[in-house]
């Protein structure tokens, strides 16, 4: 797993950094009329001197040199089975709506556990009915489920929508 933070968030800029770079390669190649001084020397004009061949190499090119940056990017994330798609739901990370297959969980007791749970996330499910203002039905609820709670490390990008995912009714 990539560790949560500043680092998790380098492969991101490199994708941008190499899409921009793509933009601008791309967008060079086609310059008409502008002088290579003023463009750049790595631009190729697009005139009855250049050809084909020539811009579909220097793209090439320019593409080849982007991959071992593309290459850390972060396709998808192993966890996200658990984020309310199976009868699995992390904790750290599923968003309060993962609980609605739990009955007795949603909304009350998941929100307690949710609001109360610390930045380095739950490590098991004796952690969750720690969580303050939990009544004893709750709990009881919890233990009910604790088989069907997974504990992956937090995620930033998921752990920001835990309570609201911004769908409303």
Known sequence: TRPC???SRRPRLMFRL???AALVASASAYTTGASPS???ASAVRMDASSSRRQVMRTAAAGALAMIPGLALAEIDYEGVKYLGGSDKVDVNNANIR???QFPG???S???KILKAAPQEGYKSAGELLNAPGLTSAEKDVIKKY???FVFLPPRPEYVIDR???GLYR
């Open 98 to 100: 993962a609980f609605l």
């Open 18 to 20: 190499a899409v921009l």
């Open 163 to 165: 309570l609201n995912n």
């Open 109 to 111: 007791a998941a929100a």
């Open 105 to 107: 969980m949603y909304p």
């Open 5 to 7: 933070g500043p680092l």
């Open 38 to 40: 003023r463009v750049g």
């Open 146 to 148: 604790e088989g069907n």
